[in-house]
């Protein structure tokens, strides 16, 4: 795993990380010291919620910090700005469709291809990176391919 991710990025990642270890590993705690106390362990439905929240939380930061340990953290006010990049926007030209939309192209964390927020890590993402206003890309899509044209850098 090598994201990409902005010091926000990695600064809410870090925030969750200790939020998870403090607040959220001591309240499973209690939790899990509360059901044990009803007895048989066993049988005892509270308990087991308890041990999988445990466990749920502990995969998370787990997750967390591998993230957290192996991102590459880009510096936003270094970029170039004549081309696309993290955080960038676009007006595109879908070819094939002759179909214009306004993309913006942003870490894995905070995609949202419904708001048309694309990850670079997606296909359109990858193949829009870098790319000056007047390029044309095709994207190699699973399903697939499809020419864009990018129109104007915002």
Do not use: W
């Not at 590459?72 to 926007?89: A, Y």
Request: glycine share 4%.
């Amino acid at each position: 795993m090598n994201n990409t991710l902005t010091k926000e990025n990695m600064r809410k990642l870090k925030e969750e990380l200790e939020y998870r270890m403090t607040v959220k590993r001591a309240e499973i705690a209690r939790e899990k010291a509360e059901a044990a106390a009803h007895g048989d362990r066993s049988e005892n439905a509270e308990y087991k919620e308890a041990c999988a929240n445990y466990r749920e939380n502990d995969n998370r930061i787990q997750y967390l910090l591998n993230m957290i340990n192996t991102a590459t953290v880009i510096d936003e006010n270094e970029v170039d700005q004549s081309v696309l990049g993290i955080n960038k926007k676009a007006r595109i030209k879908f070819v094939e469709y002759d179909d214009e939309d306004v993309v913006t192209l942003v870490t894995t964390m905070d995609a949202d291809p419904e708001n048309m927020l694309i990850s670079i890590e997606s296909d359109l993402g990858k193949a829009l990176m870098g790319k000056r206003a007047g390029d044309v890309v095709e994207v190699n899509a699973p399903s697939e391919k499809y020419t864009v044209e990018i129109l104007e850098i915002l």
